[in-house]
């Protein structure tokens, strides 16, 4: 048989893949024989290409579902993909920018026309690009959140909450991208660090005697809001991050406490430019210590403001338009874009001796996902669901592990978010999505309804109007918010919504593990188990699985923005598919970040070498048949140490500690398979090997590809088809996974074999110490009370420790070098190995020098300056020197006293 010397990745994953797909492997369907296993993929957006954020999250999905599927479970993993309304939108927007067409001169279904038919285009790049990585999904399941069965549910879904009374319409401080000018949620809220200005700004008191000349001198109004006190003060300084807003102030709130405004209680201020009379109102609210702890109130435009509106019972003036630019309520610099507004009015505050002062200060600001607009706190009509109602339940099920979280200390996190939960705002400001079936009669009221017919039977009851038409009735122009379909996707994708009672949705809801990002547990996660248990009375999955953020070595979360995120796909062409999932998985625990390094990829193409290297080894040996079995020692020990690790596997599987299963794995496959079990086996040089230590070591690499396949599908689907004549449908993709087969004895025999192999490390030791080559003969005397131990493991250690005779003895031999093990001593002779003399001379050479170092270590620690003075770890650092110093000391001069 002719086995390629070097395993090339890109000549065996595509066959692989297509052969899988071809098999039907990745089928599932109700089957009541069978246990089911269900997970839904995270819908990426359809305007996305894989990052490397998909790759942890569905390579650990992928590893659960093979798993699963090895296991005899009917594994369902359901793809599909997310309409993403304002990302989708605003391509579909650019793209018609470039072919001249501005969206404000199409119709609602023209434009729907053209994003339909980008989607088609554009829309499957994602699932495709998963196939590369070997996702094992049910590519026949794909499901899209805008198809017309799952835009029904998202429909029917609102008229039901509606009718419960959980829906409602209303205005409500919400987060507005001026750009794609729509309302967003909290989650596509990003903040961003920036160095801003604050602007003290002097409002004039209304009655109050005016300072000389303070109008006309600006420098004599640059004054601190400290020089005014009493009654007769001028001014009240604000201090402000927008002066564009002031325009919208309707009072200024100070705190009742504050003895430097007791005189201002009931007073009023003048809007500085605009001169309008606001009042000055008291509020515990205000922080004394805070700026000048004078607060300007806008309820318009910021949600604290807002409150403190709601509160005082202040009026309302929004002088934004929805692209950000000012309306006419501002009066002042109307149709300007407010951050034009706000350089214009700042020139002219100062102008006028308004401006006190400007402040650098560190802050942040909230930027819409993506379009990257700074976000505008605003008051605006939408459709929200009330929370509280579904909040609670949703909390119970966490708290008492029916849903379980992965790690756990994420329970916190989501019971302070479930435990303050606000309504959640439903509705965009696009064209993009599920249109909201709210219809609005010629009087302004609206009636809620599945269809336009439904809603025209409603409004004729409603109205008293059986001349009512659909002409007469006016849709709403919002669509609902992206996740608003996504929170019901455990249950629509199996149709839960169409058929409740279907098969598939009996048999594969719940699901069984979700995999995801802690970013979402809230805005996804919570909102998944909510409609769960509203819709079916029961949970949606019973386990979360919260992966970590992949990050640069700097800890910067990788974005194309930044550059410094590498093209998965071009990692998949350099490593191979298979070294990439092992590298972002070996440092990938739940919960935690992982800092990404390309070594840890280049590690898992190198595993993928070491075990395709194995396998030729075994597959180039010839079989002599009249060999009697001559490696039962090393058969046995690994037959333990496979079954003693699969009963540590299961475990981490079951605990979805996943990288702790990888490294399990490869460390069993890298260290005990390749470096221990093997160098025991391996005949002579050109000779053959017996036939049953063969068949074992066949059958050990079998069961290694099994455990090895959910990380690594493609080489060891490769491995597993040379390794033996296979039947159409026997693929270890369907192999069965090793089951435990508890070993007589193994403890025992795993600790005589680690004495035995400490053996071999403290020859080797010497061999290293002493520059003798690995196969030089040498000798070895024991002084030991376990003699039997050297006669059961007599092959195994002069074998991989090179030796030509073990002996026990009494006393150490002349010019011998030793080490202990096991409470045990061991010699190595060395006379006639190396040159005595000369060897005793670069000892002796070392040890002078060793001896140095240690006194000039010791010297500086003597000094109780140093110690006193020097930062804690350096003193340490200098403590562990001297450690390590007398170490090598004692070392050096045991060997000495034994030449």
Request: charged content about 25%; proline content about 5%; overall charge negative.
């Amino acid at each position: 048989m002719s086995i390629a010397k070097t395993y090339t990745p890109a000549d065996v994953e595509a066959k692989w893949y297509q052969r899988w797909q071809e098999q039907g492997f990745f089928k599932a369907k109700a089957n009541p024989r069978k246990q089911p296993y269900s997970v839904v993929i995270p819908p990426p957006n359809v305007t996305g290409v894989l990052h490397m954020g998909h790759m942890l999250n569905n390579t650990i999905q992928d590893v659960l579902v093979r798993l699963a599927r090895m296991q005899g479970k009917e594994a369902c993993w359901v793809p599909g993909t997310d309409h993403a309304s304002i990302a989708t939108e605003a391509k579909v927007v650019a793209l018609l920018k470039e072919q001249g067409i501005e969206k404000k001169d199409l119709t609602r279904e023209q434009f729907l026309e053209h994003a339909f038919a980008w989607k088609e285009k554009y829309g499957g790049i994602i699932l495709e690009q998963l196939k590369q990585l070997g996702a094992s999904c049910d590519w026949d399941r794909t499901r899209f959140t805008m198809e017309p069965e799952l835009t029904e549910a998202v429909l029917r879904v609102f008229v039901d909450l509606h009718q419960k009374g959980l829906i409602y319409r209303g205005i409500r401080m919400v987060n507005w991208d001026p750009q794609s000018q729509t309302a967003i949620s909290d989650e596509e809220v990003i903040p961003k660090d920036v160095m801003a200005k604050m602007y003290h700004l002097r409002y004039a008191v209304v009655g109050a005697e005016r300072l000389d000349n303070g109008a006309e001198n600006p420098e004599k109004a640059h004054v601190e809001q400290a020089e005014f006190s009493g009654l007769n003060s001028q001014f009240l300084v604000v201090a402000t991050s927008r002066p564009e807003t002031i325009m919208a102030d309707v009072a200024v709130a100070v705190n009742p406490n504050d003895p430097r405004y007791t005189h201002l209680h009931g007073a009023k201020v003048r809007i500085p430019l605009l001169g309008r009379e606001i009042p000055v109102i008291l509020d515990e609210y205000v922080s004394i210590d805070f700026g000048t702890g004078a607060l300007k109130v806008t309820p318009a435009h910021d949600l604290n403001d807002y409150e403190l509106g709601v509160k005082h019972s202040l009026p309302v003036i929004d002088i934004l338009n929805n692209d950000g630019s000012l309306n006419e309520k501002a009066v002042l610099y109307v149709g300007q874009d407010r951050f034009a507004a706000r350089r214009n009015i700042v020139k002219d505050l100062e102008e006028a001796g308004h401006l006190v002062k400007v402040e650098e200060y560190a802050s942040i600001v909230q930027t819409s996902e993506r379009t990257k607009a700074v976000i505008e706190p605003r008051l605006s009509m939408q459709w929200f669901l009330k929370m509280e109602h579904l909040a609670k339940p949703a909390l119970e099920v966490v708290e008492s592990d029916q849903v379980k979280l992965h790690p756990a200390k994420f329970k916190n996190t989501y019971r302070v978010w479930m435990e303050n939960v606000h309504d959640w705002c439903i509705s965009r400001q696009l064209w993009w999505g599920q249109q909201i079936p709210a219809y609005y009669l010629p009087d302004g009221t609206y009636v809620v309804a599945l269809t336009p017919n439904e809603a025209l039977e409603l409004a004729r009851t409603q109205s008293g109007n059986a001349n009512l038409q659909l002409t007469d009735l006016r849709q709403d122009e919002d669509v609902l918010d992206t996740w608003f379909s996504s929170w019901l996707w455990p249950i629509s994708v199996f149709d839960g919504f169409k058929d409740p009672d279907n098969a598939d949705i009996n048999y594969f809801y719940p699901t069984n593990d979700l995999v995801t990002g802690p970013d979402i547990l809230f805005f996804w996660v919570a909102r998944m188990i909510m409609a769960g248990l509203e819709f079916r009375r029961e949970i949606p999955f019973r386990n979360v699985y919260l992966t970590g953020i992949v990050r640069d070595a700097q800890g910067r979360k990788m974005s194309k923005q930044l550059g410094n995120s590498p093209d998965p796909l071009d990692l998949i062409k350099q490593f191979g598919a298979d070294g990439v999932r092992t590298g972002m998985l070996f440092s990938a625990p739940a919960g935690n970040d992982l800092l990404y390094d390309e070594k840890l990829v280049e590690q898992g193409r190198n595993f993928c070498n070491k075990l395709w290297n194995a396998f030729r080894l075994t597959q180039g040996w010839e079989v002599d048949a009249t060999l009697p079995f001559a490696n039962n020692k090393a058969v046995e020990w690994f037959t333990a140490k496979l079954q003693t690790t699969l009963v540590e596997l299961d475990d981490h599987f079951e605990k979805f500690r996943i990288s702790d299963a990888l490294m399990t794995v490869y460390k069993l496959v890298w260290d005990d398979f390749c470096s221990v079990y093997l160098e025991m086996i391996k005949p002579a040089y050109q000779a053959p090997i017996d036939p049953e230590t063969l068949r074992h070591t066949t059958g050990f690499l079998e069961t290694l590809l099994k455990l090895l396949h959910p990380f690594m599908p493609f080489i060891t689907e490769e491995i597993w088809h040379e390794l033996a004549e296979r039947g159409p449908k026997d693929y270890v993709c369907v192999a069965t996974w090793p089951k435990q087969q508890p070993v007589a004895g193994a403890p025992e025999l795993l600790a005589r074999m680690d004495k035995a192999l400490d053996i071999v490390a403290g020859v080797r030791n010497i061999r290293n110490q002493k520059g003798l080559g690995p196969n030089k003969p040498l000798t070895l005397a024991a002084k030991t009370d376990d003699a039997g131990l050297l006669t059961d493991y007599d092959g195994i250690i002069r074998k991989l420790a090179s030796l030509t005779e073990i002996s026990v003895v009494d006393a150490a031999p002349a010019a011998s070098v030793g080490f202990v093990s096991g409470g045990a001593e061991f010699f190595v002779p060395l006379e006639g190995q190396i040159d005595l003399g000369a060897e005793k001379e670069r000892l002796t050479k070392e040890l002078e020098y060793a001896q140095g170092f240690r006194d000039s270590v010791l010297k500086k620690l003597s000094n109780e300056k140093f110690v006193a003075n020097a930062k804690a770890d350096l003193v340490e650092r200098e403590r562990q020197k001297l450690a390590d110093a007398e170490s090598k000391i004692t070392a050096l001069e045991q060997s000495l006293a034994a030449l």
